[in-house]
C-alpha cells in the first residue's frame, strides 16, 4: 500500500532533488548487488545488478557529498563545511557480495560505505531465517512438483520466534542448509571484514542474529544488540553505530535510553525511508532495493515526506 501511494506521489516531483530532498543528509540503505541468481536472496530482496547499482552511485553524487563515518559525525557537530548535502552509504546484513562486487565498485569512485553484519552469520555459521525461507520459496518453486503440501504463503509467515520450523521444512524438501552455506559462502568471513577494514570501510553491528525487535521483549533487545555491539569492539570494527535488523518499529525510548547510557554509541539507524525520528539520534534510511532506480526512489520518498509533513506524521514519536 505505501509503495503504491509513494509511486504515485512520485509522478509529482521534480528532478530537482537538489533543493526538494527535505533533510540535510541522505542515508541509503542497500544489502547485496550482483548480477547473478542468489536463491538465498532472490525471493526476499529485490538486489541491484552492477549496472543498476553503479547508476544508482552516479545519481546520487550528482545531488549529494558522499561522506565517511567520522565527516558525517563532524558534519553533525557543525565541524564539516560541504557544498551540497550529504550521503553515508549503508549496507545490512554483511554479504559477501560486498567484498566481491561492491567494495572494489566503491573503490573506484572513492565512496565510502559501512556494512552492519550479524555476527551469527560471519563466516558462514548459520543462515538468516529470511535467506532460509528464501531457499525453501525457491525449491517449491523450481520442483515443479505440485504434491508437496508446503505453501509458500504458510513459509513466509513463519517468524524470528519459530524459526525452528524453516528447519524442519528444509529436511523434508531435501534442502541441505550447510552445504548451501559451505558451497555458496553468503556471508563475509572474518578475513575480509579485516581486510575491508584496512581498505577503509566501516563494519558494524546490525544486532547478533538478526530478531525483529518488537517481537522481543526489552531484556531480549538489549541483550542482542549488546552481543553484537561486544563483538564490533573486541574485534576493533566501528563500534559507534548500530542499525536495527528489519525495522525499529515498535522500539520504545527505554531501549533508546538504556542503550545509548551504556554503549558509546554515536547513532543508530532505522530503514523508515525519509523520516525524522522522536529519538534525534536514530535516523532513518531508505532502502534502495524497492525494485525502482535512485532517481525513481527519492521521488517517492519525497513526495510521502511532504504528505506525511501535511498529516503532521514525518516524525516517529517513540513512547
Ligand atoms: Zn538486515
Not at 137 to 156: A, F, H, M, P, Y
Not at 219 to 246: G, V
Amino acid at each position: 500500500m505505501k509503495q503504491k501511494l509513494i509511486n504515485f506521489l512520485a509522478t509529482f516531483e521534480k528532478e530537482n532533488i537538489e533543493k526538494s530532498f527535505p533533510l540535510n543528509y541522505c542515508l541509503p540503505v542497500y544489502h547485496c548487488v550482483s548480477d547473478e541468481n542468489l536463491p538465498h536472496l532472490s525471493h526476499i530482496i529485490k538486489y541491484k545488478n552492477v549496472r543498476q547499482f553503479e547508476n544508482d552511485l552516479d545519481y546520487f553524487s550528482r545531488y549529494f557529498q558522499f561522506v565517511n563515518w567520522d565527516e558525517f559525525k563532524d558534519f553533525f557537530k557543525g565541524n564539516f563545511k560541504v557544498k551540497k548535502k550529504i550521503a553515508l552509504l549503508t549496507f545490512d546484513d554483511g554479504f559477501r557480495e560486498f567484498y566481491d562486487v561492491v567494495a572494489p565498485i566503491l573503490e573506484r569512485k572513492g565512496i565510502y560505505a559501512i556494512n552492519f553484519i550479524n555476527p551469527a552469520f560471519i563466516n558462514n555459521k548459520d543462515l538468516m531465517f529470511r535467506s532460509k525461507e528464501s531457499l525453501i520459496i525457491d525449491k517449491i518453486r523450481n520442483s515443479g512438483t505440485t504434491n508437496n503440501n508446503i505453501k509458500i504463503e504458510e513459509v513466509s509467515k513463519i517468524n524470528y520466534r519459530n524459526k525452528s520450523q524453516l528447519d524442519q521444512i528444509a529436511e523434508e524438501l531435501e534442502i541441505d542448509f550447510s552445504l548451501y552455506l559451505k558451497k555458496q559462502k553468503p556471508y563475509l568471513d572474518f578475513d575480509q571484514l579485516k581486510n575491508l577494514t584496512a581498505r577503509g570501510f566501516g563494519i558494524s553491528a546490525h544486532s547478533w542474529d538478526h530478531p525483529l525487535y518488537w517481537e522481543l521483549a526489552l531484556e531480549e533487545q538489549l541483550e542482542n544488540t549488546i552481543k553484537s555491539l561486544n563483538y564490533i569492539k573486541e574485534n576493533n570494527f566501528l563500534a559507534d553505530s548500530f542499525a536495527f535488523p528489519f525495522t525499529d518499529f515498535g522500539v520504545k525510548n527505554d531501549f533508546f535510553e538504556s542503550l545509548f547510557k551504556n554503549e558509546p554509541l554515536s547513532y543508530s539507524f532505522g530503514c523508515a525511508g525519509i523520516k525524522v525520528d522522536s529519538f534525534s539520534k536514530n535516523l532513518q534510511r531508505i532502502p534502495m532495493e524497492t525494485g525502482g532506480s535512485a532517481s525513481q526512489t527519492l521521488r517517492s520518498e519525497i513526495g510521502y515526506f511532504k504528505l506525511k509533513k501535511l498529516l503532521n506524521k514525518n516524525t516517529i514519536i517513540r513512547k
